[in-house]
């Protein structure tokens, strides 16, 4: 299976994703980007998104760009820093960018961003199996 289409056999497989409504918007071996809405039933006690929201979108992000090299990839630490307040409504973009794999680690960095607004910074380490993609 050629690394671009990794993403997409993986969203396919991601029902939480799905509910999310995230989509693909860019994939290419070692770039992912995403986006996603913010709906009514995303907003927490505050009339904020929950802070999950955001949370996933950069994970899935960041999981999707890691297995285009062909190899299973997870998460091993990952945190966020929530900068901006969310609203129903918003559009969210996520776009993560790992351009050398030399090792079985990954480290990144992912911006969320409303427009041009940086929202949240996700940071993200990634382990790298020697199990290939289909």
């Known amino acids: ?42 907003i927490n006690s505050m009339n904020k998104a929950h802070g999950g929201v955001s949370y996933t ?26 900068i901006e307040a969310l609203v129903e409504g918003d559009y969210l973009v996520a776009e993560s960018v790992i351009e050398k794999v030399k090792n079985k680690l990954g480290f990144n960095i992912i911006e969320v961003k409303r427009g041009d607004e940086l929202v949240a910074l996700f940071k993200g380490v990634v382990y790298r199996t020697q199990k290939d993609w289909g």
């Open 57 to 82: 979108l950069a994970d899935t992000a960041f999981g999707f760009a890691a297995n285009t090299h062909g190899k299973y990839a997870v998460s091993i630490e990952t945190s966020i820093n929530h």
């Open 1 to 42: 299976m050629k690394g671009e289409q990794i993403p997409h056999k993986m969203l396919s497989q991601d029902a939480f994703s799905q509910w999310l409504g995230i989509e693909i918007l860019v994939c290419e071996i070692g770039r992912c980007k995403l986006g996603m809405t913010i709906r009514k039933d995303m």
